[in-house]
């Protein structure tokens, strides 16, 4: 057989062949027309034909891929999302979660057996962590959330040990992620073994030199003493841990608004010292130099919080963080847009305090040294703002705010959350919850109250006083003005006016002789 006839035969078993044998040719195009309507359907007499011979295994293979999987939550607990979270799914049924479970108990003996320790054997955990990750991936499949949440911190404390820090973060972070969905748990409870959990994640990043990720568990750690808080008021634990998040991504002394932190001292400054934040010595800002976060989108998880400080109504607190998303975003040298929206939500939180001349200050000072802020449309957003505020002009903030007026771009593109707090800016004092005040249309009501009580007053006057008759020009040359007061003067009595004068007494003449020297003024 030549090497011709072997290629032209490789070619027509793959796609098919065009030439060779006619009873070949006719047996290949009956059976891929056999095939064609096994897979996807053909005329009456096809599917009699076919119905009799068994399905082929490209059939099989591809009915079987069709076929609905079972769905099963991600084990990925290490990503971080602002979505929320869908309800777990349950997993396996039937027989198929009974053999699962049976799995997981033998892998769950595993790794008991492998933490024993014996005569001649000790502890070995890597083995355990194995054997663990592996039993709580079975429960997860099953549904089992408490036992999967049981082993997969087992399975983090093995993996700690042994130096695998990465994936000890990541069973930490999906222990955390179950507990806050658990049933059989306090709400206290569950705050404070998710706070456990994501801090033993971000203390596994570190020692990964992960500071980016590191900070962001810190981050969840913090809101995982706000599961379940439909209170208005943030507890005070909370907060702190909140800022404390904050300064694991911008220290202090890089943080323009460092002032505004309202619990606890910063790290990188000496208590014992007269030295703050704002005034630190040279070595604490070369420390703090290298402890900033560089990872990319790491603003992200801190303008988290600042959206949950602002729904608790923390401004000061809000603005802090605000003021490290703004320094994390100029040190990456790219971010133009994203920065112009971190400016007015510094200018807006900062009128939100009530305090309009330091936004005036940080934006001459800060915000438009940057030259594409000056060209952004929430530049001018900001300045109308706060110079509205400052000049104490209702009918200015008004045009300002107004999502019709020609600030809705900017507007349009603030988080939902600042947008809340520009409709309650007000012109003197803090911003308040309530109805925004609507200087524009009180104004425009007293006026109208103005009107109507000019015409009231005048339609009265008109009918009190009767229509004088209209003069001449020549009538009006002649008179001057003072016809009155000789028509008064002539009226009076002036008997009546000389008895007035006699009757008053201006003392004897004898009293004008004393001399000052002989009155005693004491």
Request: glycine share 6%; hydrophobic share 35%.
């Amino acid at each position: 057989m030549s090497y011709k006839h072997d290629a032209s035969a490789n070619r027509d078993a793959l796609f098919g062949g065009a030439g060779g044998d006619s009873k070949k040719k006719k047996k290949s195009s009956k059976s891929s027309k056999e095939d064609r309507d096994d897979l996807f359907g053909g005329k009456s007499s096809s599917k009699s034909s076919s119905s009799s011979r068994p399905k082929t295994s490209l059939s099989a293979s591809s009915s079987g891929s069709s076929r609905p999987k079972p769905s099963v939550p991600s084990s990925k607990g290490y990503s971080y999302t602002k979505k929320k979270k869908s309800p777990i799914s349950i997993g396996l049924t039937g027989e198929a979660k009974e053999a699962k479970i049976k799995e997981a108990e033998d892998y769950r003996d595993k790794a008991k057996k492998a933490m024993q320790k014996g005569l001649f054997s000790k502890p070995d955990p890597l083995a355990a962590s194995t054997y663990y990750k592996r039993a709580a991936d079975a429960y997860q499949q099953c549904g089992e959330l408490r036992l999967e949440r049981m082993y997969r911190i087992n399975s983090a404390d093995c993996q700690k040990a042994v130096g695998a820090f990465a994936t000890a973060a990541a069973e930490y972070t999906r222990a955390a992620e179950l507990v806050e969905d658990a049933d059989d748990e306090e709400l206290e409870m569950k705050r404070e073994i998710g706070k456990k959990l994501l801090l033993n994640a971000a203390e596994c990043w570190l020692q990964m030199n992960e500071p980016g990720k590191a900070a962001s568990s810190k981050v969840q750690a913090a809101l995982a003493l706000t599961w379940g808080d439909e209170s208005s008021l943030l507890p005070q634990v909370a907060l702190a841990a909140l800022e404390e998040a904050v300064e694991a991504h911008v220290p202090d002394p890089l943080n323009p608004y460092s002032r505004y932190r309202q619990t606890g001292v910063s790290a990188y400054v000496n208590p014992n010292s007269d030295e703050t934040a704002e005034n630190c010595s040279d070595e604490a800002m070369a420390l703090a130099e290298q402890h900033i976060v560089t990872r990319p989108f790491a603003h992200e998880s801190v303008q988290e919080v600042v959206y949950v400080l602002i729904s608790f109504g923390e401004y000061p607190s809000a603005l802090y963080a605000q003021g490290a998303v703004s320094t994390l975003l100029d040190r990456d040298g790219v971010s133009s847009l994203t920065l112009s929206r971190s400016f007015v939500a510094e200018t807006i939180l900062t009128l939100a305090m009530g305090d309009p001349v330091l936004a005036e200050q940080q934006f001459l000072n800060r915000h438009v040294q940057k030259t594409s802020y000056l060209n952004a449309r929430e530049c001018k957003l900001a300045e109308e703002l706060f110079r509205a505020v400052k000049v104490r002009d209702g009918e200015a903030l008004e045009e300002a705010r107004s999502i019709k007026g020609s600030n809705r771009a900017g507007i349009g593109n603030l988080h939902e959350s600042l947008r809340e707090v520009l409709t309650m800016i007000r012109l003197s004092g803090v911003a308040r919850k309530g109805d925004p005040e609507t200087y524009a249309s009180e104004k425009k009501s007293s006026s109208d109250k103005k009107k109507k009580s000019s015409s009231s007053s005048s339609k009265k006057e008109s009918k009190k006083d009767p229509e004088k008759p209209k003069l001449s020009l020549d009538e009006l040359a002649a008179k001057s003005g003072y016809e009155a007061d000789v028509a008064a003067a002539d009226a009076l009595d002036s008997s009546a006016v000389q008895n007035e004068l006699d009757a008053l007494d201006f003392g004897d003449e004898s009293e004008s002789d004393l001399d000052d020297d002989d009155i005693d003024l004491r």
